[in-house]
């Protein structure tokens, strides 16, 4: 048996979800595996329920299960709450007690949704980049941090540190991804095994010391892949200038925060993009989007990034390699039959809901 535990959320979350679901129950059918789903809250609805972001309850049950599917958190009617209790605080309470510290983010343009880019098809056609990001540790996480009085006026402090052993693990992660992206890419692109490290190594002592652990890292286990340098400003420009020079992008948390979602961009659509947060024991899948209200319970929501997200949960916990990339496939058959959800429809008049997308993808696998 394998336990999952569902989150949800807010928004068009609960909406995504359920597709996400639906896909890993057909799944279970061909894996012939008993799956166990324990639905729980964490985020705004958590607040409204217990008066706090993520119940000890939920954060309990998702150390229990082997994996965790989530669907997205926050929206307006909480922004003005203080920040230890804002939505967020949810998702960064469950990277924080399930110890994930690697950010698996790829980008992928599915030949059917060219169009749909704001950049030129010959430009963004076959692009197949993944995003690593260091996630617990940088900017978001040193101390001290906050907002201080000082000499009668406030300052606002954040700081930004890593170790070697943060930077070491993170490093394997990319280094060990981009192995098996060389062995078994599809696309047959020149970048294959390749790992492009984004740092300010220029003027950033985290990112000196980032450099010098990255380079002993490539050179005493991974000769075979090769290993490139960039500064995060030039690394921006790179992603709209020719993303096809990328194969794994690794980089630390903050720069990997700003550049994943500049990458997400390229593809046409945020509502393509799944991730998956892991670490030593466990894993979080959820697609990169947010909670959506605007849209939210309108059948509008494109779950298809929830989907690949859940195809990335049998790909990184269940080890099922093979059947997460049916599933890329099942949604690729999709995309060339002509369905769409709204935010990808350009001329297309097969415009599906949210379910519907759902029930299409699970037929195709």
Not at 154 to 178: C, D, Q, S
Not at 342 to 348: E, G, H, M, R, V
């Amino acid at each position: 048996m394998f336990k999952i535990a569902v989150i949800p959320g807010d928004g068009i979350g609960t909406e995504v979800t359920s597709q996400a679901v639906r896909i890993l129950r057909k799944a279970s059918q061909i894996l012939n595996e008993q799956f166990e789903f324990t639905e729980l809250k964490a985020g705004g609805i958590a607040i409204d329920t217990f008066g706090k972001p993520l119940p000890e309850d939920t954060l309990k049950a998702a150390l229990a299960s082997d994996a965790v599917l989530l669907g997205a958190v926050g929206g307006p009617k909480w922004d003005n709450l203080p920040y230890e209790l804002k939505p967020e605080q949810a998702l960064l309470g469950l990277r924080k007690g399930l110890e994930l510290y690697a950010n698996i983010r790829p980008a992928i343009m599915f030949q059917p949704l060219i169009e749909t880019s704001s950049l030129k098809p010959e430009i963004v056609g076959g692009i197949d980049i993944v995003v690593v990001r260091e996630l617990t540790g940088g900017i978001y996480f040193g101390r001290p941090a906050g907002i201080l009085e000082e000499g009668g006026t406030r300052r606002g402090v954040n700081t930004m540190t890593y170790t070697v052993p943060e930077i070491e693990r993170i490093a394997h992660t990319a280094f060990k991804l981009a192995k098996t992206r060389n062995k078994s890419r599809e696309t047959g692109s020149r970048s294959a095994g390749r790992v492009t490290s984004v740092d300010k190594a220029n003027i950033l002592h985290t990112s000196m010391l980032w450099r010098e652990v990255v380079n002993e890292i490539q050179k005493k286990n991974y000769p075979d892949i090769k290993l490139d340098h960039m500064y995060v400003d030039n690394a921006s420009m790179q992603l709209i200038r020719n993303p096809k020079q990328f194969d794994v992008i690794l980089t630390e948390n903050m720069f990997g925060d700003i550049l994943s979602d500049e990458a997400s961009m390229l593809t046409g659509s945020i509502g393509m993009l799944p991730s998956a947060s892991i670490g030593e024991k466990h894993a979080l899948y959820e697609p990169v989007h947010g909670s959506a209200p605007d849209i939210a319970g309108k059948g509008l929501a494109n779950p298809i990034a929830s989907i690949l997200s859940a195809a990335m949960l049998l790909e990184y916990s269940l080890k099922q390699k093979e059947l997460a990339r049916k599933i890329f496939r099942a949604v690729e058959v999709v995309l060339n039959e002509g369905y769409r959800t709204a935010d990808i429809a350009s001329q297309s008049k097969n415009v599906l809901s949210t379910e519907d997308m759902g029930r299409r993808i699970e037929a195709a696998l």
